[in-house]
């Protein structure tokens, strides 16, 4: 299970910073909300998310369509494989933004 | 030990109106060496893709003991596939890659000891030929009952695929070995069965496979 998670860890890290970068991006563009402000942003920062994820699967599948054999191997189906890193790229988004807003309360 | 046998048939794969499988059988016996030739373009790799199951085509049919597998790759200790192209991440570490498979480093070294230099090393860093050996190795020895090697001897010295094929040998005592490359001395060698992929999309069992091979003009 650990090295399950390290291997998608690993294919994350090739796009993480990417996507992470326009989360940040397309946060800072409406002024960093907060609160109900955040959660009225949350579905076209979800739709412009579905983008990019589609945008890194075409690129992936474009430049480096035997990569993913390595993880076939493993058991992982694609679709898998991009769900969690997916998810993971919203977690890390999401464990921020509390980040933020904790510092700014208590601070 | 039981004998596991993987079969394929029922296979049809086309893009728009351009047939590629469209009559196929193939089967591979753990304690077995198989081999399959075909002309390029033929879709040697669009078959062993649709075994190891991350390619759907329109229909086909995976079985092993009989029992139908709709995502063979998913079942984890049953088979692992050695594409064409370099596959394992680049910035993977040789030792991470083969933990990651379960393949003790000792057993890559036991077979070729000028491996031993690349355990820290980078895939992305190593030559083309040993990066090639190395995954090629990755899959062979991987404990699993079934490997697909697709063009295995690519990029490597007639030495190293002279040693390539006892390795080959070796695993054959206990897995099922499919193999395909356009290098068809070594398959010619190694394999216990033959199969040539002829158009459009068909296997045929080669009985007398030398002499098949010159007169469906596979050699010259």
């Known amino acids: 299970m650990k090295q399950q998670g390290l291997l998608i860890w690993g294919f994350y890290r090739r796009f993480g910073l990417f996507t992470i970068l326009i989360s940040l991006g397309a946060w800072g563009v409406v002024e960093l909300p907060m609160g109900v402000a955040f959660v009225r942003f949350l579905p076209l920062f979800l739709l412009l998310k579905i983008a990019t994820g589609a945008l890194v699967w075409y690129l992936q599948r474009t430049f480096y369509p035997h990569a993913y054999f390595f993880y076939a191997n493993l058991g992982l189906s694609e679709r898998r494989l991009y769900l969690i890193a997916f998810g993971l790229d919203l977690l890390l988004f999401l464990a921020f933004v509390l980040l933020v807003h904790l510092t700014k309360h208590f601070v | ?220």
Request: glycine share 8%; proline share 6%; with cysteine.
């Open chain 2, 1 to 220: 030990m039981t004998k596991r046998v993987l079969e394929a048939d029922s296979f049809w794969l086309e893009y728009g109106s351009t047939k590629i499988l469209q009559n196929i059988y193939l089967r591979v016996e753990t304690g077995q060496t198989v081999g399959l030739l075909g002309r390029n373009g033929t879709g040697k790799s669009s078959l062993l893709r649709m075994l190891f199951g991350t390619l759907r085509g329109q229909s086909q049919s995976v079985r092993v003991d009989q029992k139908y597998l709709s995502h063979p790759y998913q079942h984890k200790t049953l088979l692992r596939y050695l594409p064409q192209h370099p596959f394992v991440p680049p910035n993977l570490r040789v030792e991470a890659a083969c933990h990651a498979y379960e393949v003790p480093f000792a057993a890559l070294e036991g077979y070729f000891p000028e491996l031993g230099k690349y355990h820290t090393e980078r895939l992305g860093d190593l030559s083309g030929g040993a990066q090639r050996l190395v995954e090629t190795l990755l899959i062979l020895l991987s404990p699993v009952d079934f490997v697909l090697l697709d063009e295995p001897f690519s990029h490597l010295a007639p030495v190293v695929v002279e040693r390539l094929e006892e390795v080959i040998r070796a695993q054959a005592q206990t897995k099922g070995i499919l193999l395909s490359d356009h290098a068809y001395r070594p398959v010619l060698n190694l394999s216990d069965v033959v199969y040539l992929l002829v158009p459009v999309g068909r296997t045929v069992l080669l009985q007398d496979p030398l002499e098949e091979l010159r007169w469906r003009g596979y050699l010259p």
